[in-house]
């Protein structure tokens, strides 16, 4: 079955604490990319990839950090969480054959910084 | 800029009734536009997309939706609302600018719709 996983999908954490969520698909797809949502704000993006070891800023990237070293993994790290990074993440994947591909959203990642 | 507007925070309607999510949108260039629905504590499920061709697109559950290249609006639609319609609709824009930005989807804020039996 093609999907995107996200692991964990519930964390609670405390301020300055090292945390990674892993996000992983099975469909080859070159595009991966994380947001965040929060309430009234919508989809925010983070952080994007195009492709292995090729990665780039979104709009919100302050106090993240991804890497891609396989195509299928993209995960996303807080070097130290602060409670305004409190906030519900998903992860998508697409190709990139033409423009017109359709993002798979992962499960999300619900996130409590105390 | 890349950007999409979803008016109304909030539509309710009864059920039976047709429904209308408001979505505008700003390109530079060809907009591949799409439409998604996320139900309570799940992630973002794909509805529909408009590429290229005839304006008006068919959806999964019954939705379509209408490009209008004039009006840059690109407004989700059902003829007959269920109450299982309820959840947060996000419309989103894709759109190649030169650089780094290829391939991102801008997404609205989302409208939450509300079906009452």
């Known amino acids: 079955e093609a999907q995107v996983t996200q692991n964990p999908r519930y964390l609670i954490t405390v301020t300055g604490k090292k945390l990674t969520v892993t996000c992983s698909q099975n469909m080859n797809h070159e595009y991966m990319s994380w947001y965040r949502q929060d309430p009234g704000l919508g989809l925010r993006q983070i952080y994007y990839s195009m492709n292995v070891e090729v990665t780039d800023k979104g709009d919100v990237p302050e106090g993240y950090k991804v890497s891609r070293k396989e195509k299928r993994n993209f995960p996303l790290i807080l070097e130290s969480p602060s409670p305004n990074q409190t906030s519900l993440y998903f992860c998508?994947?697409?190709?990139?054959?033409?423009?017109?591909?359709?993002?798979?959203f992962g499960p999300g990642t619900r996130l409590l910084v105390l | 800029a890349q950007s999409v507007a979803q008016p109304e925070d909030q539509v309710n309607v009864a059920e039976g009734n047709p429904l209308t999510v408001k979505c505008t949108y700003s390109?530079?260039?060809?907009?591949?536009l799409f439409w998604y629905v996320q139900y309570p504590n799940r992630g973002l499920q794909f509805l529909l997309k408009y590429i290229t061709g005839d304006n008006l697109v068919k959806g999964s559950y019954g939705f379509e939706a209408e490009f209008n290249k004039s009006q840059t609006s690109f407004h989700l639609k059902k003829p007959s609302a269920l109450v299982s319609d309820s959840a947060l609709y996000f419309c989103?824009?894709?759109?190649?600018?030169?650089?780094?930005?290829?391939?991102?989807?801008?997404f609205g804020r989302g409208t939450q719709l509300t079906v009452w039996p």
């Open positions: 998508a994947s697409s190709s990139l054959a033409g423009g017109g591909e359709t993002q798979y």
């Open positions: 989103a824009v894709r759109a190649y600018d030169r650089g780094s930005t290829l391939g991102r989807l801008y």
């Open positions: 390109v530079s260039g060809n907009p591949y």
